[in-house]
């Protein structure tokens, strides 16, 4: 998702922090909603999946935003779920109403089309590998268990890639006025061939 569509979201939207932590966290919907209190360390700002899509415990880091919030929700005073449902704090939240009830009647208030709620897992991707993250340390934060499914988001990264080309340019060094490794070639070249006098510009030997 734009900015634009994540501040227009935003301000329609009263559960904008479950939002936000989703974008934070990158957890996929199943890990965000099931996630319990005693699989959080905010000390050490870790969350823990105990049971990945790749049928595996996966430790997920916790940003500084993402640990801010869940300190901001009282659930772990009578639930053992960070989301719990509305009518019984011993059992996650229903995600079919919470999804129909809330998220998409957001979504179409706030004019946003072709968007559903794995698409805030994607911004999370998108976003870090615009910011320069290694792809596959992204691949590793977001639990991906092939690398290929990683790379999709590697267009992303060309401003990024841009930036790394020019560091370490020669432009510096070799900068004599003409703002360009380039320049400075050619400015060298055409210093040389003024140096340089046409043969006709000689007299002859013992000339007149």
């Known amino acids: 998702m734009r900015d634009e569509e994540l501040i227009r979201l935003r301000n329609v939207l009263p559960l904008w922090a479950w939002v936000c932590f989703a974008i934070e966290s990158g957890l996929r919907l199943s890990e965000q909603f099931g996630l319990r209190w005693d699989c959080v360390n905010l000390e050490n700002g870790v969350l823990t999946v105990p049971l990945s899509k790749s049928g595996k415990t996966r430790p997920v880091p916790a940003s500084e ?19 719990p ?19 998409r009647p957001a979504l179409r208030k706030a004019g946003i089309q072709g968007c ?23 691949k590793e934060f977001l639990g991906h268990a092939d690398y290929e499914t990683t790379l999709k988001y590697s267009h992303r990264s ?16 070799l900068h004599s006025g003409a703002g360009t490794v380039a320049g400075s070639v050619a400015t060298g070249e055409e210093s040389a061939a003024e140096r340089v006098q046409p043969l006709e510009s000689y007299g002859a030997p013992g000339g007149t």
């Not at 805030?120 to 992204?138: E, F, I, K, Q, W």
């Not at 060309?158 to 060094?173: C, E, M, Q």
């Open 65 to 83: 935003e993402a640990r801010m919030i869940l300190r901001s929700f009282d659930s772990f005073a009578t639930s053992p779920f960070v989301f």
């Open 85 to 103: 449902s509305v009518h019984d704090p011993l059992k996650s939240l229903n995600l079919d109403s919470m999804l129909r009830n809330v998220f």
């Open 116 to 138: 559903v709620w794995h698409s805030l897992r994607h911004t999370a991707a998108s976003r870090r590998v615009a910011a320069g993250a290694d792809l596959y340390a992204v």
């Open 158 to 173: 060309l401003k990024h890639l841009r930036d790394t080309a020019n560091l370490g340019s020669l432009g510096g060094l």
